[in-house]
């Protein structure tokens, strides 16, 4: 199974941004740790904080991989054209927030990836990717 993990912008800075809402650690690092939890799963893992360069990616794995997580970030709240991006491919997309963005302000409340996506995990911590993952793979 194909997972690709696509961040959107100011999530490099994880462990270093906010820690009281986004925590302490470092996604690479983070990664690294699914990676071994998820030996049969090949993971990949794409951040950059420009919509357009989001948007390539999105389409550039969207017919090749089984699903998609996608953290868009900022753009959750703002981009028609990563919404019109996961509403193109083929793949699946689990939307997914480290906070729980419908308990911080109201510009947060909206996204334009929730209509087009799966499902959607927020809330958890950096324990949302993980979650994810699990909701990829077959259930008992
Ligand atoms: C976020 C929530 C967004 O509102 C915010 O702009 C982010 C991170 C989250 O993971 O909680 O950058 O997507």
């Not at 941004?17 to 690092?29: I, L, S």
């Not at 090749?64 to 996608?70: A, E, K, R, S």
């Amino acid at each position: 199974m194909k997972i690709a993990i696509i961040n959107g912008p100011n999530l490099n800075l994880l462990g270093k941004r906010e820690p009281e809402v986004y925590g302490n650690k470092d996604f690479d690092a983070y990664f690294l740790q699914l990676q071994s939890s998820f030996t049969d799963v090949s993971l990949t893992y794409y951040q950059s904080n420009v919509e357009g360069e989001l948007i390539n990616e999105i389409q550039r794995v969207g017919f090749d991989v089984d699903g998609i997580i996608l953290n868009a970030a900022a753009y959750t709240h703002t981009s028609v054209g990563i919404g019109d991006a996961i509403k193109a491919i083929a793949a699946p997309v689990i939307e997914v927030h480290i906070s729980n963005t419908f308990s911080r302000e109201d510009f947060r409340h909206t996204s334009y990836i929730t209509p087009n996506a799966k499902g959607l995990i927020l809330g958890f911590g950096l324990d949302v990717y993980r979650l994810a993952i699990e909701s990829f793979l077959p259930k008992l």
